[in-house]
C-alpha cells in the first residue's frame, strides 16, 4: 500500500469515527451553555430574550414540525415557486420529518412561541465530514436581529467540537438576501456545488472548520 493510500485510508477512518461519535449525541450542543439563549435590544429598547434547544426529529413535538413546515412555505415557498424546482409541500414535509434529523430550535421566552428553526445533521459528504444545514428559518419578526447569525455559529460550533471539516448548505439562486446573509458568515460557493452549464436553481455553499 503506497503512501498515498495509507494517508488516505487513516483520513477515511478518522472522519468515520468523528461522526459515529456526533451521532451518538443526544443534544449536542449541551456543553456550549453561551448558545443556549440570546438576547437582543431593540432601537426603541425593547428587549428580546429567547432559548433554544437541540433536539432530534423523534423528540420533536409533532406541533413544532407543523409550525416548521409553515414557516418554510412562507418564507421561502414564493422563491421556489419563481424557478424551476416549484413548491412540493409533500417533498418538503418528508424532508423535516426525516428520522436522522437535527433540530435548534429558538423560542421567545416572553410568549413561549417558536421564532426560528435550523435543521441539520451530520453526515458523509463527497467524502468529508460535513455538519449540512439543510434548513435555516427565521419568523418575520424575528428577521434582522442577529438571531440566524447567531444560530449558525451555533451550529459551526458543534462542527468544530466534533471535528467536522465543514458546514456545508444549500441556497436557492434566487434568494440574493439568502445568499448575502451566508456570504457575510464567511460561506462561500463549494466546489461540490453545480457548474453553470447545469443551469441549477441553487449553489452549495461551505465554510471550513479546519
Known sequence: MSVTETVSRNQATSQQKCLQVANQQTNPLAEFP???SYKHTDSDGKELQLKLQCKRKADMDPKLL???FKLAERNVGPQYRACSLGWQ????QADLNKAWARYLVATDVATRKPAAYTMFRFDLDYGRSVLYCYELQVEAEFQRKGLGAFMMKALE???RHFCM???VLTVLKNNEDGMRFYRRLGYDVDE???DKE?????????KAMV
Open 66 to 68: 407543523k409550525w416548521a
Open 165 to 167: 471539516e465543514r458546514v
Open 192 to 194: 461540490m456545488s453545480p
Open 198 to 206: 447545469e443551469d441549477a436553481a441553487y449553489e452549495i455553499m461551505s
Open 157 to 159: 460550533q458543534m462542527a
Open 89 to 92: 409541500p409533500k417533498i418538503k
Open 34 to 36: 453561551e448558545y443556549l
